[in-house]
């Protein structure tokens, strides 16, 4: 998958600056897409040229100018022959697991230090996630939501992120534990 089809189903919710693209992709997609702000601009900048994305620019009194993207009918077609064609295979690259794997060769001090952080990062985006869930649903239940929403994608892939950080949390959980009990075994 390309940034450009993060960025067009971003913008499947409607018209949106640069600034409100890199702020709500934070909270939309970055639970499976992460980009830099710089990223997403220079995306942005080449999707213009190549006719997927409208750019209008709004003149502020006190701001500087700033641009408003939307789709452009072949930006829509683009992103239907994306979901049309089977996806790739997902794979894992992720440094911790690397120092994981090699623990007993490292520095175990580290590597569970690093397990703390990725434990403490994934309950900081579980309370985000469901906070954004909480808001999605607005009081209503899950089945009433998802019968009354215009777009479903937002929430399916809200609790793929959801089921994911929760899984990375249980997993640095038992990483820890293990650990802990073999070091009580050696000291």
């Known amino acids: 998958m390309a940034l450009r089809h993060a960025l067009m189903a971003a913008l499947l919710e ?5 600034y ?18 710089q990223q997403l601009y220079r995306e942005l900048d ?3 040229a190549g006719g997927l994305v409208h750019a209008r620019v709004v003149h502020q009194q006190r701001r500087p100018d700033k ?12 992103l239907h022959e994306f979901t049309a064609r089977p996806p790739r295979p997902g794979v894992i690259r992720d440094e911790l697991l690397v120092q ?5 060769a490292g520095d175990e001090t580290a590597v569970r230090r690093a397990l703390e952080e990725r434990l403490s990062r994934a309950e900081a985006k579980i ?15 899950e089945d009433d939501y998802l019968a009354e929403a215009e777009r479903i994608g937002p929430y399916l892939t809200l609790m793929r992120g ?8 249980r997993w640095c959980e038992q990483s820890l534990k293990i650990l802990a009990r073999r070091q009580g075994t050696f000291t």
Not at 100 to 104: G, K
Not at 127 to 139: F, K, N, P, T, V
Request: net charge positive; aromatic share 10%; hydrophobic share 45%.
């Open 100 to 104: 994981v794997q090699a623990v007993d």
């Open 67 to 78: 641009r408003l993207f939307s789709l452009t009918t072949a930006g829509h077609r683009a």
């Open 14 to 18: 409607g018209e949106a600056s640069g």
């Open 46 to 48: 080449r999707m213009a």
């Open 162 to 169: 959801l089921s994911f950080e929760r899984e990375n949390l």
């Open 20 to 37: 409100d693209l890199a702020k709500g992709f934070d909270a939309s997609v970055a639970n499976f897409w992460a980009a830099t702000p």
């Open 127 to 141: 309370a985000r996630y469901e906070r954004l869930r909480a808001r999605l649903l607005d009081g209503r239940f």
